[in-house]
C-alpha cells in the first residue's frame, strides 16, 4: 500500500512516539506549550520523589498561580472532551493556549452549530492543517453530506488513517458517500461507525485490529458482509442499524461475541437467518417492517438474547390486522424454538403481547432451559397470558425480572376473544409444577404504571403463592417515594401492605421495597 | 526497600471485607484539617498509595497534604467512598474478561451493571450539582495532587460540559486565566482564528 505523508514531515516521522503529543519532536511548532517558567511549578504526576518534591510548593498558592500550574496534560484531557468547535476557540485564550488544543488526540466535527453548510467542510479543513498530535484516539464526522464534496471527505479521511486512528466514526445523512478504497485495508483502526456510506470494496478488507463495527443506515450486500467479516479476525461487536438489503444474513466468524440487529424498513419482508457459531449474546430490537422469518441456526454458543423487536405493518381493518398477527405469531414461535438452550432471556413488550395472543388461542410455546429471564411489560390485562405462557416455558428460571413501562398498543380484535381473570384462573392448574427453581424476583417501574396494579397484584400474588423455593423479591420504584406526591405515596404504600399480606409458599422468601 | 519481606501491608482495597475492623489512614490538609479515612478509600489516592508502600511508614503518623485544603479533599473522600460503594454493586463475575457464560451464573449481572450505571451517572450529576466553578477547580487540583485517576476524568468531562458552547470570554473567567497578549498580538491572534469564529453560532 503506498503511503502518501501529509502535511508535515513529523507525521510520517520514524518515530513511533505516540504518548506525550507534545514532547519536543515539534520543533517546528510555533509556540511551545511548555515554556520554561512554568515548568517549575508543574506538578509532576508521579509520587515517586514524594517527600522532597511536596514541601517545595509550600502552602496552598494563589489562586491563579495554582490553575496555571494544572499540567498540560490535565487541560488536554478538558478540551478532549470538548466538541472541536469549542477546543479550537481556545486558542485566543492566552500564548499558553494558543496552540494547545492542536494536541488534542480527539477530533470530533458536527455540523450543528454552524448556520451555513458551506462553512463547515472549510472549518474541518482548517482545523486539519493546524493539527499537531501524532496519533488519533477518535475522530469523528457528522454532517449534511453532499457528492461534490467527496474528494474533501477523502482527504479527511486519509488525515484520520494517516494519524493511524482508533475510533473512525462517519455519519453523514442521505447521499451515500463512498469510502476510500484505502480505507479498506488498515491495520490500526479498532472501532468503525459508519451511517449513510457506501461500502464496496473492490479487493479484500484487511482490518486486522477492528474490534467493533456499526454500520447505519445504508445498503448491505451478503458479499460484501462476507468480505468484512473474513478481513476482522478480531471483530467482536457488530451492529446493523436499518441495514437494507440484506434479505437473508449469514454470519461467518470466528471471533464475534455479540450481535445487534436494530430495525429494518424495506418493501420487501426481511427473511433472518443467523448462522453463527460463536455468538454469545444477540439482540434484536427496533421496528421491522416486514419480517417472514427470524431464526437463528446454530447458535450453540449462545448465552444471552434480548429480543426487544415489533413487525409493524400498515393495516386498514381489524381483519388485517389478524392476518398480520397471524405471521406474527409465526415468526415468533420459530424464534424461540431456536432460542431453547439461551441461559439469559430477555423479552420485549411487543414479544410478549404475542405470545398472549398464541396464550390465547392455545397454541403451544417451546420449553425454554433459560435461567435468567426478563420481561418488558406494560402489565395491562392483554399480557397476562404472555406472562403465564412465558413462564410455563421457562421451569428451570432462578431469577426474574419483570421491568413496567409504557405501552400505548390497541389490540382491539383481542376484546373478543379474551376474559383475562378466567383464563388466568384456568391455566394456574398447570402452574402447580412450575416455579420449582424460581429464587429472586424483581420488579421494575411500577411506581409510574399505578393504574395498573390490578394486573400487577394479581401477577405478584401467584408468584409469592407458587414459587417455593423464593428467597426474595424485591420490588423498587424510587422515584415515587422520592418525589411524588402524598397522595400516591399513600396509595402506594397501601399496595405494598397488600402484597406483604399474600400468603407465601416458601417459608424464607423476603419481599423488600428498597426505597 | 524490600529487604526480603514479601508482605504488602496494605491489602487489595476492593477485597477488604465490610465487616472487618476498618484500618484508618489520617491526612492533614494545608489549612490544618486532620480527616481520619478508611484505608480502602486512602488507597484510592495514587499519592497516598505510593506513599505507604514505598516507605515502610507507620499508618499512625498523620501524612501532610500541604496542596489540598479540608473542604476539597472532603468532598474528594465522599466521592471516592461512593465510587467504591458502587463498584462494589457489581459482583466480581461481571469483569470484561469472564464469558458471558459465567456471567449468567450471577442474579441478574446484566441488571446489576445497569443499576451500578444509573447509580453512578445519578451520583455524579448530583455531586456536582452545587459546586461553583472555583470550587470544581479546586477539586481538580486536589484530584490532580493526589492522583486520583476516575475522580480526575470525571471533573475534567464536568469542566468540558460546563464551557461546551460557551463564548471565550466564559472560558476565560471560568479557568481565570490572564490574557499575557498584548494588543497587538491579540489582535493577530484573533485574525489568525477568525474562521474558527465565522458561520457557527455562539451561546
Known amino acids: 500500500m503506498e503511503e502518501e505523508s501529509y502535511g508535515s514531515s513529523e507525521r510520517s516521522s520514524t518515530s513511533s512516539e505516540e504518548s506525550a503529543p507534545y514532547s519536543t519532536d515539534n520543533s517546528s511548532h510555533a509556540t511551545n506549550p511548555m515554556n520554561s517558567e512554568e515548568e517549575e511549578e508543574e506538578e509532576e504526576e508521579s509520587s515517586d520523589d514524594y517527600p522532597s518534591k511536596r514541601r517545595k510548593h509550600g502552602p496552598i498558592l494563589e489562586e491563579e498561580d495554582r490553575i496555571s500550574t494544572l499540567p498540560d496534560s490535565i487541560l488536554l484531557t478538558i478540551l478532549s472532551s470538548l466538541c472541536t468547535v469549542d477546543s479550537v476557540r481556545t486558542g485566543v485564550l492566552s500564548k499558553r493556549w494558543a496552540y494547545l488544543w492542536t494536541f488534542v488526540p480527539s477530533l470530533r466535527f458536527t455540523d450543528y452549530y454552524f448556520r451555513h453548510a458551506a462553512h463547515y467542510p472549510n472549518f474541518v479543513d482548517n482545523v486539519l492543517l493546524l493539527h499537531r498530535a501524532l496519533k488519533l484516539a477518535n475522530f469523528a464526522v457528522q454532517f449534511e453530506y453532499n457528492p461534490e464534496l467527496k474528494p474533501r471527505v477523502d482527504l479527511w479521511v486519509r488525515f484520520a488513517t494517516t494519524a493511524k486512528v482508533d475510533q473512525l466514526s462517519l455519519h453523514l445523512s442521505s447521499c451515500f458517500y463512498k469510502l476510500p478504497q484505502h480505507l479498506y485495508a488498515n491495520e490500526f483502526v479498532s472501532e468503525l461507525d459508519f451511517r449513510a456510506c457506501e461500502i464496496k470494496p473492490n479487493g479484500l478488507v484487511r482490518w486486522s485490529s477492528l474490534k467493533r463495527l456499526c454500520l447505519w443506515n445504508l445498503d448491505l450486500h451478503q458479499d460484501v458482509l462476507n468480505k468484512v467479516l473474513l478481513g476482522s479476525p478480531r471483530l467482536e461487536f457488530l451492529e446493523l442499524r436499518n441495514c437494507d438489503k440484506l434479505n437473508r444474513l449469514d454470519i461467518v466468524s470466528e471471533s464475534l461475541k455479540k450481535l445487534v440487529m436494530d430495525s429494518y424498513d424495506e418493501d420487501y419482508p426481511l427473511e433472518l437467518e443467523i448462522f453463527a457459531p460463536k455468538i454469545e449474546s444477540l439482540e434484536i430490537r427496533g421496528d421491522f417492517y416486514g419480517m417472514k422469518k427470524c431464526q437463528i441456526k446454530n447458535a450453540s454458543a449462545l448465552v444471552e438474547v434480548r429480543v426487544d423487536f415489533e413487525i409493524r405493518m400498515e393495516y386498514e381493518d381489524e381483519e388485517q390486522e389478524e392476518d398480520h398477527y397471524k405471521n406474527c405469531e409465526n415468526v415468533v414461535r420459530e424464534l424461540f424454538e431456536s432460542l431453547r438452550q439461551v441461559k439469559k432471556l430477555i423479552v420485549g413488550r411487543w414479544c410478549l403481547k404475542v405470545l398472549s395472543i398464541m396464550s390465547m388461542k392455545h397454541l403451544s410455546s417451546p420449553v425454554l432451559n433459560c435461567k435468567c429471564l426478563t420481561m418488558k411489560t406494560s402489565m395491562e390485562k392483554w399480557d397476562l397470558p404472555g406472562i403465564a405462557s412465558l413462564l410455563q416455558s421457562s421451569p428451570y428460571v432462578e431469577t426474574l425480572v419483570i421491568d413496567i413501562i409504557f405501552s400505548n398498543h390497541d389490540l382491539e380484535f383481542l376484546d373478543r376473544i379474551y376474559d383475562e381473570v378466567n383464563h388466568w384462573k384456568s391455566k394456574e392448574v398447570y402452574f402447580k409444577s412450575l416455579l420449582q427453581c424460581l429464587k429472586t424476583v424483581k420488579i421494575f417501574g411500577f411506581g409510574e404504571r399505578f393504574h395498573t396494579k390490578d394486573v400487577f397484584i394479581l401477577v405478584v400474588e401467584f408468584l409469592l403463592k407458587n414459587a417455593k423455593v423464593l428467597e426474595k423479591m424485591v420490588i423498587t420504584e424510587p422515584w415515587v417515594m422520592q418525589n411524588g406526591i402524598h397522595n400516591m405515596q399513600l396509595k402506594f404504600l397501601q399496595v405494598s401492605q397488600k402484597l406483604l399480606s399474600f400468603p407465601r409458599s416458601s417459608p424464607h422468601a423476603v419481599v423488600m421495597f428498597p426505597f | ?203
Open chain 2, 1 to 203: 526497600m524490600a529487604n526480603g519481606e514479601n508482605q504488602n501491608p496494605n491489602p487489595n482495597p476492593i477485597e477488604a471485607t465490610p465487616g472487618a475492623a476498618a484500618r484508618t489512614i489520617t491526612l492533614k490538609t494545608a489549612d490544618g484539617e486532620i480527616f481520619e479515612v478508611e484505608e480502602a478509600v486512602a488507597m484510592e489516592f495514587g499519592t497516598v498509595k505510593s506513599f505507604f508502600e514505598d516507605d515502610a511508614v507507620s499508618a499512625t503518623k498523620p501524612m501532610p497534604l500541604p496542596n489540598v485544603s479540608g473542604s476539597a479533599l472532603s468532598r474528594v473522600i465522599t466521592y471516592c467512598r461512593r465510587s467504591l460503594e458502587i463498584r462494589s454493586m457489581i459482583p466480581p463475575a461481571t469483569s470484561e474478561d469472564a464469558t458471558a457464560a459465567e456471567a449468567v451464573q450471577g442474579e441478574g449481572d446484566l441488571e446489576a451493571e445497569k443499576a451500578a450505571k444509573q447509580e453512578r451517572k445519578e451520583f455524579e450529576a448530583e455531586f456536582l450539582k452545587d459546586e461553583s466553578n472555583e470550587d470544581v477547580k479546586e477539586l481538580i487540583l486536589a484530584a490532580n495532587y493526589l492522583n486520583i485517576k476516575e475522580l480526575l476524568d470525571f471533573l475534567c468531562r464536568s469542566v468540558a460540559l460546563r464551557i461546551q458552547n460557551k463564548s471565550v470570554e466564559y472560558a476565560r473567567k471560568f479557568f481565570g486565566i490572564e490574557g499575557d497578549y498584548t494588543p497587538e498580538e491579540e489582535a493577530q491572534i484573533r485574525q489568525e482564528y477568525a474562521w474558527a469564529f465565522e458561520g457557527v453560532d455562539e451561546d
